[in-house]
């Protein structure tokens, strides 16, 4: 995507805020957000197959959101997000996001279809190949056969506009938070908590039902470069791949289906499938994904919640000359959270592993947390 374009979707996406915010007559805005600060260690930062030490962080992010309906059975939001990253050694990871939906909802709020659009800034010390600025359309649709069932399925492509000249071959796939956003939910297809909709309603007479969860605005894969795998020039092809090339121009494809079904009052399954393509610049990194998830969700007295989370993923590159390349990746986390009145207290723990068939490409991570969050 143009320089030129990427602006004009920005004024567009500014504009239709504008006329959304001015026509609407105001007695059911809903404005929410929350402050957030987490900390905790992450043992391989980079993502690299050896090599790699571990490092302390703190994370402090910014959620603003403003709700509105303009019609009966219309629901429009837009939202702002920011977060910054610093590792105790020393390095910065930023991201910063914007999102507009339109949503219909029906007289019994089962049928729920939608319309989004969204932009993100990505900036990284750790992989600075990664750097980049993305825009996202997307559409879902969500279901309500029955009170304890919901059905979500959409689709979304992202144009990724990288800022730094590339390596062939030096691509690190980060399956789960190619956008920046460290959320499982998101990465399982547009399931996780739906707290911004409940919140949402719960401020708006007008607002419809909670629904099954957060979009899956998936932002491109991340990618690492080769110094940092341990490619050198006497290794096989070391010498093309360590040239550089001009920053990549990407576009990615995103197909997903998600069902959530309350087992019992406090204990709720979400599965999912996602299907997932990638074209790259540099034909080495395009490919074709597929994942399948599984999340529980249990709840305990005093607002406590457990939820675990499963994901598996395979993706197979296109064949180059430095031959056939099929990733697995799999993710496992646990969190424990605690919600109060306005505050909220998690702890998590995840684990992360990439099988590929090109050695260098292998890596294991593994991240502990703990975050506080203030609604308002």
């Not at 879902?140 to 800022?163: A, H, K, M, N, Y």
């Not at 920046?180 to 707290?195: F, K, P, T």
């Not at 920053?247 to 979400?270: A, G, M, V």
Request: hydrophobic residues 35%; proline residues 5%.
């Amino acid at each position: 995507m143009s320089s030129t374009l990427r602006q004009r979707a920005l004024k567009a996406l500014l504009y239709l805020f504008a006329c959304v915010y001015l026509w609407h007559p105001g007695p059911s805005i809903a404005l929410m957000g929350s402050i957030g600060f987490e900390t905790g260690y992450d043992s391989n930062p980079g993502l690299v197959s050896s090599g790699e030490k571990g490092s302390g962080f703190s994370t402090l992010s910014l959620e603003v959101i403003q709700g509105m309906t303009p019609a009966d059975h219309i629901l429009v939001t837009f939202g702002i997000d920011a977060h910054g990253k610093r590792y105790f050694r020393g390095d910065d990871d930023t991201h910063l996001g914007t999102h507009l939906e339109l949503r219909y909802i029906n007289e019994e709020g089962t049928f729920q279809p939608a319309i989004y659009l969204a932009g993100s800034r990505i900036r990284s010390d750790v992989i600075p190949e990664d750097d980049r600025n993305v825009g996202t359309v997307g559409i879902s649709i969500q279901l309500f056969p029955t009170l304890d069932l919901g059905i979500e399925c959409g689709g979304s492509i992202d144009w990724l506009d990288f800022r730094r000249p590339s390596s062939p071959l030096g691509s690190r796939t980060v399956p789960g938070t190619p956008g920046g956003i460290e959320d499982l939910g998101a990465m399982m297809g547009g399931l996780g908590m739906a707290s911004t909709m409940k919140s949402i309603a719960a401020k708006s007479p007008k607002a419809p039902m909670e629904p099954i969860g957060q979009h899956h605005h998936m932002n491109g894969p991340a990618t690492m470069p080769l110094h940092q795998q341990g490619m050198r020039p006497d290794m096989p092809f070391g010498d093309v791949i360590l040239k550089k090339s001009k920053p990549r121009d990407d576009r990615f494809e995103n197909l997903y289906l998600s069902i959530q079904k309350d087992l019992f009052s406090n204990l709720t399954l979400t599965l999912s499938a996602s299907r997932e393509r990638l074209f790259s610049s540099l034909k080495y990194e395009s490919f074709t994904r597929f994942g399948f998830g599984a999340s529980l969700g249990v709840s305990f007295p005093y607002s406590i919640d457990l939820v675990t989370a499963a994901y598996w993923k395979r993706a197979r590159y296109r064949k180059t000359a430095f031959g056939n390349r099929t990733d697995y990746f799999r993710d496992l986390s646990v969190s424990l959270i605690k919600s109060f009145k306005k505050f909220g207290v998690s702890s998590t723990f995840e684990h992360m592993e990439n099988d590929s068939s090109l050695e260098f490409e292998d890596f294991y991570n593994n991240q502990i947390s703990i975050t506080l969050r203030y609604y308002f």
